[in-house]
């Protein structure tokens, strides 16, 4: 069985394991889903869960996901110890297998621990992985509309600093299929939040792109737009992929994920 991803060019692939879920409408109907919605219950999530880790050659615990809220909450994944279970993370966001999804609220994970590999759950949101070539540091990003809002990409970025001491001319990013901007109409009050990032069509509707907002909130943190790579694919446009917009509840959720391999 294949499970079909979207993998970026940009991290090195001996390093770093890396990439996006498709629909995967082969393997089941409705496509694979990693998150529950009302469509899709804990049970089949659970299920496509295991079906990814099995395909990738890792285990459901080396995941780590959150319970996502559009929100600037960034957690760091770094405390571990042994118990009679094996390993878990101390104080931070449960793993694929427990429980589906993390008590903790956030929307942006970082890590420098090997063989951890961080997932956010999109569906026209945007996921952006990102890899510190020199310190060794992944991070997971979602941000839609809210979160671009919130700048929370640039303030991961500058929690890699602060924790981490990363420099990010280190940073090799890519960000996931979104809608393209004709694609994604917006209300007035979400395009006043974007000026520079919104188009006004001739009947006077608004339309945001959040490609562009997020690649300019990268290199206004100081990213080499060399070390960007940014899908061009639309979310609402191509039926391989989820999208909320176009599917409403009965859309499922891709996973953006990234970690570090251990050999």
Known sequence: MTINLIVPNIFPKDKILAGVTERNCHIYPDGLSFGITEHFDSQTVRKHRKLLADYLGVKVEDFVLLHQVHSDIIHIVEAMETNGYGKTIQSMPSSFSNNL?????GD????????KILGVKIADCAGILMYDIKKEI????????RGSAQKILPKTISKMQERFGTNP???????????????????????????RSTVISPDGKYFFDN?????????QSGIEERNIEISPICTISNLNLHSYRRDKDKSGRMLAFIGMKTT
């Open 101 to 105: 999804d993390s008590n903790f609220d």
């Open 211 to 219: 490609r562009k907002e997020l690649l300019l909130q990268l290199l």
């Open 169 to 195: 001319k280190d940073i090799l990013v890519f960000i996931s299929p979104v809608p393209d901007a004709q694609k994604y109409e917006v209300g007035q009050e979400v395009a006043e939040l974007f000026p």
């Open 138 to 145: 992944v991070s997971a990003v979602h941000s839609g509309w």
């Open 108 to 115: 942006a994970l970082i890590t420098s621990i090997k063989g």
